[in-house]
């Protein structure tokens, strides 16, 4: 899966964020706005037309605040979905 500067943000809808580091089709290090926290995101290719993503959201304060991101993470990869399908459909080749 690739994923430009463009689509993150439409996934991630323009928190704020700072892309510590991005291998492309691998993973994506993130340092969150709030500058106390850390996500990792993998993807695992599974074929041509599925990939694994996991999320590791670390650093969190307490259990609430770790709700509240896993809420945030599963409405997030959901988006991911139509993110991808967009700009697949958009992009030649894709």
């Not at 993150?8 to 323009?14: G, I, P, S, V």
């Not at 691998?26 to 996991?54: A, H, M, P, Y």
């Not at 997030?76 to 979905?81: D, E, G, H, N």
Request: aromatic share 8%.
């Amino acid at each position: 899966m690739s994923l430009d500067c463009r689509d993150r943000r439409r996934w991630l809808l323009y928190d704020t964020f700072t892309i510590r580091k991005a291998t492309h089709g691998k993973s994506i290090r993130i340092t969150w706005g709030d500058g106390k926290t850390n996500v990792e995101v993998l993807f695992n290719s599974k074929g041509d037309s599925k990939c694994q993503v996991v999320v590791q959201h670390n650093k969190l304060a307490d259990a609430d605040q770790a709700e509240v991101m896993k809420s945030y993470w599963r409405e997030a990869l959901s988006r991911l979905q139509y993110v991808v399908a967009a700009s697949r459909s958009v992009r030649p080749g894709g």
